[in-house]
Nanobody, 123 residues
Framework: QVQLVESGGGLVQAGGSLRLSCANS????????MGWFRQAAGKEREFVAAIKWSNSFTSYADSVKGRFTISRDNAKNTVYLQMNSLIPEDTAVYYC????????????????WGQGTQVTVSS
Protein backbone atom coordinates (compact mmCIF):
# COMPACT_ATOMS: atom_id res chain seq x y z
CA GLN A 1 0.00 0.00 0.00
CA VAL A 2 1.02 3.62 -0.38
CA GLN A 3 2.85 4.83 2.71
CA LEU A 4 3.69 8.50 3.04
CA VAL A 5 6.29 9.35 5.66
CA GLU A 6 6.91 12.95 6.72
CA SER A 7 10.03 14.28 8.40
CA GLY A 8 11.63 17.59 9.27
CA GLY A 9 9.25 19.03 11.83
CA GLY A 10 10.42 20.56 15.07
CA LEU A 11 10.60 23.65 17.22
CA VAL A 12 11.79 26.91 15.73
CA GLN A 13 11.72 30.56 16.73
CA ALA A 14 9.58 33.06 14.89
CA GLY A 15 11.36 34.22 11.75
CA GLY A 16 13.15 30.92 11.37
CA SER A 17 12.91 28.23 8.72
CA LEU A 18 12.15 24.53 8.47
CA ARG A 19 12.08 22.10 5.58
CA LEU A 20 9.58 19.27 5.61
CA SER A 21 10.02 16.16 3.49
CA CYS A 22 7.55 13.47 2.51
CA ALA A 23 8.48 10.25 0.79
CA ASN A 24 6.33 7.38 -0.41
CA SER A 25 7.93 4.31 1.09
CA UNK A 26 5.23 1.91 0.02
CA UNK A 27 3.57 0.89 -3.21
CA UNK A 28 4.21 3.26 -6.06
CA UNK A 29 1.27 4.65 -7.97
CA UNK A 30 0.64 7.11 -10.76
CA UNK A 31 0.93 10.33 -8.79
CA UNK A 32 -1.05 13.27 -10.13
CA UNK A 33 -0.35 15.63 -7.28
CA MET A 34 1.01 15.85 -3.77
CA GLY A 35 0.17 18.40 -1.17
CA TRP A 36 0.65 19.64 2.35
CA PHE A 37 -2.10 20.32 4.85
CA ARG A 38 -1.93 21.38 8.47
CA GLN A 39 -4.09 21.18 11.54
CA ALA A 40 -3.63 23.42 14.53
CA ALA A 41 -4.94 22.42 17.94
CA GLY A 42 -8.68 22.91 18.13
CA LYS A 43 -8.98 23.83 14.46
CA GLU A 44 -9.94 22.06 11.28
CA ARG A 45 -7.35 20.77 8.88
CA GLU A 46 -6.48 23.33 6.20
CA PHE A 47 -4.78 23.28 2.84
CA VAL A 48 -1.24 24.67 2.68
CA ALA A 49 0.25 23.90 -0.72
CA ALA A 50 0.11 21.45 -3.61
CA ILE A 51 2.23 20.50 -6.59
CA LYS A 52 1.24 18.77 -9.81
CA TRP A 53 3.65 15.95 -10.45
CA SER A 54 3.91 16.26 -14.23
CA ASN A 55 4.78 19.93 -14.63
CA SER A 56 5.41 21.23 -11.10
CA PHE A 57 2.40 23.55 -11.22
CA THR A 58 1.98 24.80 -7.67
CA SER A 59 -0.74 26.36 -5.57
CA TYR A 60 -0.66 27.89 -2.10
CA ALA A 61 -2.94 29.04 0.63
CA ASP A 62 -2.97 32.83 0.91
CA SER A 63 -1.63 32.60 4.44
CA VAL A 64 1.67 31.06 3.28
CA LYS A 65 2.22 32.66 -0.12
CA GLY A 66 5.65 34.21 -0.38
CA ARG A 67 6.90 32.34 2.68
CA PHE A 68 6.48 28.64 1.83
CA THR A 69 7.69 26.79 -1.25
CA ILE A 70 6.59 23.33 -2.32
CA SER A 71 8.82 21.27 -4.60
CA ARG A 72 9.27 17.67 -5.66
CA ASP A 73 11.93 15.19 -6.65
CA ASN A 74 10.45 12.72 -9.10
CA ALA A 75 13.36 10.30 -8.88
CA LYS A 76 13.01 10.07 -5.11
CA ASN A 77 9.20 10.22 -5.17
CA THR A 78 9.51 12.91 -2.53
CA VAL A 79 7.82 16.23 -1.95
CA TYR A 80 9.26 19.06 0.12
CA LEU A 81 7.88 22.09 1.90
CA GLN A 82 10.38 24.86 2.55
CA MET A 83 8.96 27.12 5.23
CA ASN A 84 10.58 30.52 5.77
CA SER A 85 9.68 33.51 7.93
CA LEU A 86 7.73 31.26 10.23
CA ILE A 87 5.23 32.83 12.59
CA PRO A 88 3.52 31.36 15.68
CA GLU A 89 0.32 30.97 13.67
CA ASP A 90 2.11 28.36 11.56
CA THR A 91 2.22 26.03 14.56
CA ALA A 92 0.37 22.85 13.63
CA VAL A 93 0.69 19.22 12.69
CA TYR A 94 1.65 19.14 9.03
CA TYR A 95 0.37 16.32 6.84
CA CYS A 96 1.56 15.17 3.48
CA UNK A 97 -1.03 13.90 1.01
CA UNK A 98 -1.09 12.38 -2.46
CA UNK A 99 -3.61 11.63 -5.17
CA UNK A 100 -3.64 10.14 -8.63
CA UNK A 101 -6.70 12.12 -9.70
CA UNK A 102 -6.90 15.64 -11.13
CA UNK A 103 -10.32 16.40 -9.67
CA UNK A 104 -9.23 15.30 -6.24
CA UNK A 105 -6.34 17.74 -6.43
CA UNK A 106 -8.75 20.53 -7.40
CA UNK A 107 -11.19 19.57 -4.65
CA UNK A 108 -8.34 19.01 -2.17
CA UNK A 109 -9.68 15.54 -1.42
CA UNK A 110 -6.53 13.46 -1.46
CA UNK A 111 -6.40 9.67 -1.38
CA UNK A 112 -3.35 9.01 0.74
CA TRP A 113 -2.11 10.69 3.89
CA GLY A 114 0.97 10.62 6.07
CA GLN A 115 0.96 10.40 9.83
CA GLY A 116 1.86 14.05 10.33
CA THR A 117 4.82 15.94 11.74
CA GLN A 118 4.64 18.63 14.42
CA VAL A 119 5.84 22.13 13.68
CA THR A 120 6.01 24.53 16.61
CA VAL A 121 6.94 28.18 16.18
CA SER A 122 7.78 30.07 19.34
CA SER A 123 7.39 33.83 19.66
Amino acid sequence: QVQLVESGGGLVQAGGSLRLSCANSGRTFSTYAMGWFRQAAGKEREFVAAIKWSNSFTSYADSVKGRFTISRDNAKNTVYLQMNSLIPEDTAVYYCAATGDAWKMILKQYDYWGQGTQVTVSS
